[in-house]
C-alpha cells in the first residue's frame, strides 16, 4: 500500500477537522467534506464561526477544497472521520452520527482505501462497530480490500497556544502495515512528533481516559470547595498553599461542560459496564461535576438572604455562558445550569451576557435571550461564570457600575483578586 500522494477527504469541518484539513491541505490534494451546506459556503469566504482558524490561516492551504457533495470525494484514497460523538439523554454513547458516517464511506469506499478514526469513543468501536458497517454497506473484507486507523483528536477549543501541529499525535492501524502507513500520514503535519501504539484499542482507550482523569480531578477539587465552602475556607488560598509542593497537581473548581470532559468519561463507563464493572470511581467524578453550578446557585439564594437581598425578586446578571473561556462554542454547557438553579427560586428575568456567543443559536437551543452589552442597568447580584478575556480587562470601576448599592459579586473564576489577598473588586 502506497498513500505518499493520495487524494484525503476529512469528513466533518468542525473543531477537530478544519485545522485537520488546512494542515494536510499544505502539503498535498485534500476535500474538506461537511453535510453543513451553510458551513461549507462560509468555509469557501475563508470563514470560520468557530474562530479557531483565521483568515490568514485559510490562505496558506494550497491543495484544499471543501464540498457537501458526496460523489466529490469518492476518488479519494484516505478517509479521515471526525464525527461528534455525544451521549443522549440517559448519558450513554450516541454513535448515531458515526455510524451514519460509516455507512456513507461505505457506499464509496473502493479496494485499497484506508479509513482513519478522529472521534473520541470507547475502546472497541473502530473495529466491532465502525468497520462492519463500512464491510456491509460496501462489501469488501476488512483488513483485506480496506484499511482502518485510529488517530485520536486532542483539539482544545480557543487555545491559541496548542495547535494540532504542535500536539503530540497517538497514532494507530488494524494492521502492522497499516499502522505505519497512518503514523507517517501524521508525521508530515505533526512538528512536534506521533506515538504509535499497538493496536487501535489502545489508542481509542488512551484518548478517553485523557478526559476521564481530567474529569476526575476538576471533581475533586469541586468536591473540596463544597467542604471548604461550608467550612468558611477560602478554596483558592488552601489550593496556592497546597500547590507550593512540587508534585501538587493544579486543578481549579469550575463547571464541566463542553463536549470532551463532560461527555468522554461516560463512554468509557459504558464499557465498563458492559464487561461486568461498575465505574465508581468515574460515576462519582461525574455526579459531582453536574451538581456543581445547582450547588452553587443555592450558595448565591444563602449569600443574598444573609445580606438581606430579595433573592425572589433580584435582579441577576450571569456573565459568560460558553462552555469554556474565549470560545464560542455552548454545547452542553453548564452555565445553563447554573441558570435554571437560579430560576427555581428567583422570578425575575436573569441577563446573560456573552461577548463569544451567537444568540440566535443560544435563543434556539436553550430559549435563553442574551443581552447585547452589559452595562445597561444594575443588578443585585452579578455571576463571573466563564473566564473571558474580555472579562479580565473589566476595571474596578466598571465592575461597580455593573452593582446597586447592597449587591453581590460572585467571582467564581478569579478574576478580580488581588495577590496574595482574598478581596475582591
Not at 86 to 111: F, V
Request: with cysteine.
Amino acid at each position: 500500500m502506497n498513500f505518499n500522494k493520495s487524494k484525503i477527504a476529512v469528513i466533518g469541518l468542525g473543531y477537530v477537522g478544519l485545522p485537520l484539513a488546512i494542515e494536510f491541505g499544505k502539503k498535498r490534494r485534500v476535500i474538506g467534506f461537511d453535510l453543513n451546506k451553510k458551513r461549507i459556503n462560509e468555509l469557501k469566504k475563508n470563514k470560520d464561526y468557530n474562530f479557531e482558524i483565521s483568515k490568514k490561516e485559510f490562505k496558506l492551504y494550497k491543495n484544499l477544497v471543501f464540498t457537501n457533495k458526496i460523489q466529490e470525494i469518492k476518488n479519494c484514497k484516505i478517509f479521515i472521520a471526525t464525527i461528534p460523538t455525544p451521549i443522549n439523554y440517559k448519558n450513554q454513547p450516541d454513535l448515531n452520527l458515526l455510524k451514519k458516517c460509516c455507512e456513507m464511506i461505505g457506499s464509496i469506499i473502493k479496494k485499497g482505501d484506508l479509513v482513519i478514526f478522529e472521534s473520541t469513543v470507547y475502546p472497541g468501536v473502530t473495529e466491532e462497530i465502525c468497520s462492519p458497517i463500512i464491510e456491509k454497506k460496501s462489501g469488501l473484507k476488512f483488513n483485506k480490500d480496506f484499511f482502518c486507523g485510529y488517530s485520536p483528536e486532542r483539539v482544545n477549543p480557543g487555545d491559541k497556544n496548542h495547535h494540532i501541529s504542535n500536539i503530540k499525535k497517538v497514532t494507530s492501524g488494524s494492521t502492522p502495515e497499516t499502522s505505519k502507513i497512518v503514523d507517517q500520514l501524521y508525521k508530515k503535519i505533526i512538528k512536534v512528533g506521533t506515538y504509535n501504539v499497538s493496536s487501535i484499542k489502545v489508542a481509542e482507550a488512551a484518548k478517553v481516559i485523557e478526559n476521564t482523569q481530567r474529569d476526575l480531578n476538576i471533581a475533586l477539587i469541586n468536591e473540596l470547595y463544597i467542604i471548604f465552602d461550608k467550612l468558611n475556607i477560602d478554596t483558592k488560598s488552601v489550593l496556592d498553599a497546597a500547590s507550593t509542593k512540587w508534585n501538587f497537581l493544579s486543578f481549579k473548581p469550575g463547571f464541566v461542560g463542553g463536549h470532551c470532559i463532560g461527555v468522554d468519561p461516560y463512554y468509557l463507563a459504558y464499557k465498563s459496564l458492559k464487561v461486568g464493572h461498575n465505574p465508581n470511581i468515574i460515576l462519582s467524578g461525574r455526579k459531582i461535576n453536574n451538581e456543581m453550578p445547582f450547588y452553587v446557585a443555592k450558595k448565591l439564594k444563602k449569600n443574598m438572604k444573609e445580606k438581606k437581598i430579595d433573592y425572589v425578586n433580584a435582579k441577576v446578571l450571569i456573565m459568560g455562558f460558553a462552555f469554556k473561556e474565549n470560545c464560542p462554542d455552548f454545547r452542553n454547557t453548564k452555565v445553563a445550569d447554573l441558570v435554571n438553579g437560579i430560576k427555581k427560586y428567583n422570578k425575575s428575568k436573569i441577563d446573560i451576557y456573552d461577548p463569544w456567543i451567537n444568540k440566535k443559536d443560544v435563543k434556539k437551543i436553550y430559549g435563553f435571550d442574551l443581552i447585547r452589552k452589559p452595562f445597561k442597568k444594575k443588578y443585585d447580584l452579578v455571576v463571573f461564570a466563564v473566564a473571558h478575556d474580555e472579562f479580565k480587562k473589566f476595571t474596578k470601576n466598571q465592575i461597580k457600575d455593573l452593582v446597586k448599592k447592597d449587591h453581590i459579586i460572585y467571582d467564581f473564576k478569579n478574576l478580580f483578586r488581588y495577590k496574595n489577598s482574598d478581596k475582591y473588586f
